[in-house]
């Protein structure tokens, strides 16, 4: 988000969407090589299981495919003789599954994670389901391949929010994490911005123009019911949940300028942070909910500021260069993300809390709103291509870039939830 944005910010039926495009480029180095079998089962839509946990496991960055869809029949059962053919080829893992279609309709999908090198099982799940959620179960399965063998959960069953601009049409759109099933939470004629998830997915807030100025909004993701949070004079921005989803940062113009205030989630309990001439935004809770960054020109740049949720002094954290913005903590509280100018362009950049180094991880000329990974591990932010505006995900090291893109319209700040 460019500061001009930013000062501007001061200033429910679902349906179904076309599914994004992925696009992913990274190195080879350090990845765990999988086989994935192709699944048993009968019919195009079976196949899809295979497609989807291969396709999450390599957009992680940590694995890399290993190829034995040529055997036919496909190995379905541990005691296969061909087992072995995986290992030769140089997996240390292999994925084994099998869809049947049961009397009522409904699909029963039973996979295993087999260690191939010892043969041994580490892993085994059954799941029964409809037709429809053939790509949930899928992701279900890659998630329980990326912590049996990563060590933490995986982040292919979670949800990114984002905003759509489709012709003068804006649209607050959420969908799985590799861009499919997205599903359209609110349509309007007038902007939509800063989208923001509470931590376990139940509610959502962000700031709406339907009312001639800047208001925020929160609404529930189960009923659609939605309610103004705040609408006090002058303009209302930037909300951000707290951990435990009881209470919100956001930034008001009611009181000398652009400030923080934090609130209770019914919208009581308002309390002002800071105060002064200058333009205090963007504010991000740390994981133990102790304390939020944000961004300020107090210092007469914007740059990224640390303080205390119950208020006090301020400590600068950026220093490289006349222009930081945008701060999203880590899951962990190690480190926080946020952009950078450099050279004139704008970039994700990553700094570690405890050292104070910074990384750069993109390389787009108009880079913006980073968000993690539930986990941790990969940034999801907004970019501009060829004059549009895409989704893209970066891996925490920078080493593996993916593309989430749409071929006609404008997507811009999202948001990464569980």
Do not use: C
């Amino acid at each position: 988000m460019k500061w001009h944005i930013v000062l501007l910010l001061l200033g429910v039926s679902l349906q179904a969407q076309a599914a994004l495009t992925i696009d992913i480029n990274g190195g080879e180095t350090s990845k765990i090589p999988v086989a994935i079998s192709p699944f048993g089962g009968a019919g195009d839509a079976y196949r899809v299981m295979t497609d989807v946990v291969g396709t999450d496991l390599v957009s992680s960055g940590e694995f890399s495919l290993v190829n034995v869809s040529d055997l036919n029949p496909p190995i379905v059962e541990p005691t296969d003789p061909r087992f072995g053919v995986a290992r030769t080829r140089g997996a240390e893992a292999l994925v084994l599954g099998h869809v049947d279609t049961q009397a009522d309709g409904q699909i029963d999908v039973r996979f295993r994670l087999m260690d191939a090198v010892q043969q041994t099982q580490l892993a085994g799940y059954s799941y029964t389901a409809n037709t429809s959620q053939l790509r949930a179960i899928a992701h279900k399965i890659a998630d329980v391949v990326y912590q049996k063998l990563i060590g933490i959960p995986g982040n292919f069953s979670s949800h990114i929010m984002y905003v759509m601009k489709v012709g003068k049409t804006f649209r607050l759109e959420v969908a799985d994490s590799d861009g499919y099933d997205a599903q359209t939470v609110l349509t309007s004629v007038e902007p939509i911005m800063s989208p923001a998830w509470s931590k376990d997915g139940s509610k959502i807030a962000y700031v709406s123009f339907e009312s001639g100025h800047a208001v925020v909004y929160e609404q529930s993701m189960s009923s659609g019911k939605r309610f103004v949070l705040a609408r006090f004079k002058g303009s209302n921005s930037a909300p951000a949940w707290s951990p435990d989803g009881n209470r919100l940062a956001l930034v008001l113009t009611r009181d000398n300028g652009s400030q923080l205030y934090v609130m209770n989630a019914d919208g009581s309990g308002l309390k002002r942070l800071t105060f002064g001439g200058r333009i205090d935004t963007e504010p991000n809770w740390s994981p133990d909910g102790q304390s939020l960054l944000f961004t300020s020109d107090r210092d007469g740049s914007p740059q990224i500021y640390q303080m205390p949720v119950s208020g006090g002094t301020a400590t600068r954290m950026t220093f490289e260069g006349n222009y930081s913005v945008s701060p999203r903590w880590s899951p962990d509280g190690k480190s926080f993300v946020f952009v950078q100018r450099q050279h004139g362009q704008f970039h994700i950049s990553l700094m570690d809390m405890a050292s104070g180094q910074v990384q750069v991880l993109t390389s787009g000329d108009d880079d913006e709103s980073p968000s993690f990974a539930p986990n941790g591990k990969m940034i999801l932010y907004a970019t501009v291509v060829n004059g549009r505006g895409e989704l893209a995900v970066v891996s925490v090291d920078g080493k593996t870039h993916e593309r989430l893109f749409n071929t006609d319209e404008n997507l811009e700040s999202p948001v990464w939830g569980h």
